[in-house]
């Protein structure tokens, strides 16, 4: 049994609204102290159309019943609209819609779901999500949609060599990237007509030229016009998603020139890179005072397993589902790191080998998080890393018991130690 004493300040919000929104509509509840009965509350409802004149009366509404918290759920992207309008002159939440299910057997029309919101926040039963400032919330924009782009070329990339498959030109496996300049010159020729597979490998560049007579073989196929007209029109789309990409590197760029050297910073984690250090900016900020620790960062972003208890056992867990955003460029950057030599890619390798190699992708965006995190508190800090023996070199012991066993397991024999002379 455990008997504990706590003391928790019961917080009443003494001017609060709520928002219930949808598309064209939202329906506001304010709940304020009342005007001649006191101790007592006043409620009122009001519905206002999502257009920017009548968001301007909501506010004007707002303002004259001296709201001072106004609280919405995350309905799409709807809520976006009245936040932007009202957080300059009210402080506003945005909670989890997960949080503030209402009661099962009650009636369900957006006003009583703006009152029972209105409730719960009255009563300070609701948490805030994380709602990036201007600045982070224009630099998210810029870097999600230039990870949209990459990814909308390389599925053209991808329609491309399809295409050659069905021509029987097999360029992408002899060549590692099909759209580097040898790869890019046979494609051009191609469509210029060129159907010879001597000419066509006769354009190899540098250390390619020594696959010459591979190339002969892959480039022999029935490439026809029809192929030509589809392969140029990909081509173009790719040189134009390129382009588009460059001109979005190039806006980033200068809109993080302020914050240069937290990119700097970032940058010298194993697998992060400039571009990675970019998008984890644009995902979490520069304001780690947000997060009291490392661990919290780590769980808002989902890189932590949710604690899982019944009857006394602890059960394993899913991290559960999180930003995408910042789950994608943590994967990108883990993979990386695994292949190094470095005590992140010595960590990925430990926990492959226990958990397989999903599980160790995640160990390390977590580790390669809460890296961040300390360089970020820190203007100062810079990454030292550890090496890839620093367990080896912190717990001898334990290395020495792993390799008996590994000796025992390979030649099924009992091993010991004798004390050499």
């Known amino acids: 049994m455990v008997n504990e004493s706590i003391e928790e300040a019961a917080e009443l919000v003494q001017r609060v609204a709520a928002l219930d929104i949808g598309k064209a509509s939202l329906v506001a509840c304010v709940r304020v102290p009342h005007d001649t009965n006191p101790g007592k509350r006043r409620q009122e409802t009001r519905t206002f159309a999502t257009t ?71 009563r300070g039963m609701l948490r805030p999500s994380f709602v990036p400032p201007p600045w982070q919330r224009e630099l998210r924009d810029l870097c999600r949609y230039r990870r949209t782009l990459i990814r909308e070329r390389t599925r053209e990339k991808q329609r491309a060599e399809k295409l050659m498959e069905d ?122 005072e947000r997060f009291p620790t490392a661990g919290h960062l780590v769980s808002w972003a989902k890189f932590a397993p949710k604690a899982k208890q019944s009857a006394g056992r602890n059960k394993s867990s899913s991290t559960g589902k999180g930003n995408p955003w910042i789950g994608g460029t943590l994967g990108e950057a883990a993979m990386a790191a695994s292949r190094t030599k470095t005590f992140l890619g010595s960590r990925y390798r430990r926990v492959a080998k226990r958990r397989g190699k999903k ?19 820190d203007p100062h800090a810079h990454f030292a890393d550890l090496g890839a023996d620093y367990h080896d070199r912190l717990t001898p012991e334990r290395r020495k018991r792993q390799l008996i066993r590994e000796l025992e397991r390979l030649s099924g024999r009992k091993v010991t130690l004798q004390q050499a002379a």
């Open 167 to 288: 021509t029987q030109i097999k360029l992408s496996s002899v060549i590692s990237d099909m759209f580097g300049v040898s790869g890019r010159q046979m494609l051009e020729a191609l469509i210029a007509g060129q159907r010879d597979p001597k000419v066509l490998a006769d354009m190899a560049r540098g250390s390619m030229r020594a696959k010459i007579s591979v190339l002969r073989e892959a480039l022999t196929g029935h490439f026809r016009d029809h192929h030509g007209y589809l392969l140029r029109m990909m081509l173009e789309r790719i040189d134009a998603l390129s382009a588009q990409i460059h001109q979005l590197d190039a806006r980033i760029d200068q809109a993080l020139l302020p914050f240069a050297h937290q990119v700097a910073q970032l940058d010298e984690i194993p697998g992060v890179g400039r571009t990675g250090a970019q998008e984890i900016i644009a995902e979490i900020g520069l304001d780690m």
């Open 52 to 122: 920017t004149s009548s968001l301007l009366g909501l506010r004007d509404w707002l303002v004259c019943q001296g709201v001072t918290r106004c609280v919405m759920e995350a309905t799409s992207t709807y809520w976006k609209p009245p936040f932007y309008l009202l957080e300059d002159d009210i402080e506003c939440w945005v909670v989890n819609a997960r949080d503030v299910k209402n009661v099962p057997g009650r009636p369900k029309t957006d006003r009583l779901d703006a009152v029972w919101l209105c409730k719960l926040a009255e």
């Open 359 to 377: 599980r160790a992708l995640v160990a390390l965006g977590n580790s390669i998080l809460t890296i961040t995190y300390h360089l970020l508190s």
